[in-house]
């Protein structure tokens, strides 16, 4: 259900007030202690954060794309990693079930996801199959009632935190593609489930990552997402292409932030007698950037559109996750050109945004998987 444009209005407005008043002061102490307070993980959950794209029957704010896309523009100004405490229940940590899941599934977990009482996780990549994830080899062998999962998940986002896991595993041993592939809901604490040590990493501080290590972890055959064997491959496609979406648009608020941080100290920064956003070649580095931004921000906007029409995105949404990451890529290392030698300093921000927007351009599917999918589909449809 659509809200009225004053609500939309209202609840964007209160979360970029959010991201200005709160986030961005604390920018700089989470990216040194790589840990946010529990009390800025409290104030999500009761702006109601954790449930944006959950129905309201389950206690979700219901937004639809468009409107979800809004609110990432929004967020997307602060450090990722503020997102993406809450971004697994939004995204991928909670989609599986929403999409796929039953009515039962739906009742057990969406409430928690949607208040934020737990967090969910999504485990597909493992170490021996990242881009090509249908060919995973976490097992899942049938015991009475129950499977017994056996494999380890590698960066799993959230997962030190996580209480849910949505793991994909092969149930049909028979095959090594995407076809014999469940997609399970495990709890944290099952005997047999264990998460590795947070990974060390270039960005993002904040967002912990770790492996997920599945050794004879029996999970009910009742938490296959919508009970059916196999078809867990095309649900966390399913999943990936409205994540895609969603971070599309993280990153195009991102790059919105990142300008607007450059364009500040442009008109501050005094050389050759004058602010440097006098210079052209400044003022070039300026126009490109709003223009990249500008654009991303339309495909995302478009594809939303046809997302809530009930239209097949899986292209469109490749192209956004393709041209926004790239597009972030560029806008950053412009960011750090315009602020010269500060640029590379920590002390002015910009240096740990430009190590943020680096993932965009991996995780979710890297661009050049992106370039697969949409180039596939385009030869497929062209005749
Ligand atoms: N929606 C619904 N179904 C989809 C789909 C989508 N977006 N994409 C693929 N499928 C279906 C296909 O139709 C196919 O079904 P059939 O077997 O009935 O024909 C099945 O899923 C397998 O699809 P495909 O043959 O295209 O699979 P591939 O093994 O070639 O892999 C890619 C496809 C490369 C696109 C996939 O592995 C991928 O997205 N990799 C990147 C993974 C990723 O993003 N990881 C990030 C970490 S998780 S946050």
């Known amino acids: ?11 964007v407005d209160t979360v970029d007030r959010f991201v200005h008043e709160r986030l961005i002061p604390l920018e700089r102490e989470v990216d040194a202690n790589d840990v946010l307070p529990d009390s800025i993980v409290d104030e999500m959950r009761d702006l109601g954060l954790f449930g944006l794209s959950i129905p309201e029957e389950y206690g979700g704010l219901a937004l639809n794309m468009q409107e979800e896309i809004e609110v990432a523009l929004a967020i997307g100004q602060a450090a990722p990693a503020f997102r993406s405490i809450f971004g697994t229940n939004v995204g991928i940590g909670s989609q599986a079930i929403v999409i ?9 977990y969406l409430p928690k996801l949607a208040s934020g009482e737990i967090i ?3 485990c597909l990549t493992e170490p021996g199959s990242g881009s090509d ?16 999962l056996n494999g380890t998940k590698r960066y799993i986002t959230n997962a030190p935190l996580a209480g849910l896991f949505t793991v994909m595993a092969r149930t049909d041993l028979s095959t090594k593609n995407a076809r014999g592939v469940s997609a399970f809901l495990v709890e944290a604490g099952t005997p047999g489930l264990s998460v590795g040590k947070p990974e060390k ?16 972890c029996r999970v009910p055959a009742k938490n296959i997402i919508g009970g059916a064997e196999n078809m867990g491959f095309k649900t966390a496609m399913k999943v990936l292409d409205k994540g895609r979406l969603h971070i599309s648009a993280v990153c195009a608020g991102l790059a919105g932030r990142i300008l607007r941080d450059s364009v500040l100290y442009a008109k501050e920064r005094n050389q050759f007698g004058s602010a440097i956003a006098e ?6 580095m300026i126009a490109d950037s709003e223009t990249d931004i500008y654009a991303a921000k339309c495909m995302v906007r478009d594809t939303a559109k046809d997302r809530d029409a009930g239209i097949d995105v899986t292209r469109k949404a490749s192209c956004c996750k393709l041209f926004a990451a790239e597009m972030l890529g560029r806008v950053a290392d412009r960011g750090v050109q315009i602020f010269g030698g500060a640029g590379y300093i ?14 965009f351009r991996i995780y979710e599917g890297t661009t050049q998987i992106q370039q697969t999918i949409i180039a596939k589909d385009v030869i497929r449809k062209t005749d």
Do not use: C, H, W
């Open 1 to 11: 259900m659509a809200l009225d444009q004053d609500t939309l209005k209202q609840l």
């Open 100 to 108: 796929d899941g039953t009515q039962e599934q739906k009742e057990a």
């Open 346 to 359: 920590a002390d002015y921000g910009i240096e740990q945004l430009y190590r943020d927007a680096r993932l």
């Open 133 to 148: 994830a249908g060919s995973l080899t976490t097992s899942a062998v049938r015991d009475g009632e129950d499977f017994i």
């Open 201 to 216: 990493k270039m960005g993002q501080q904040g967002a912990p990552v770790a492996d997920v290590i599945f050794d004879n």
């Open 120 to 122: 969910g996780s999504f």
């Open 279 to 284: 210079f052209q070649l400044i003022q070039a």
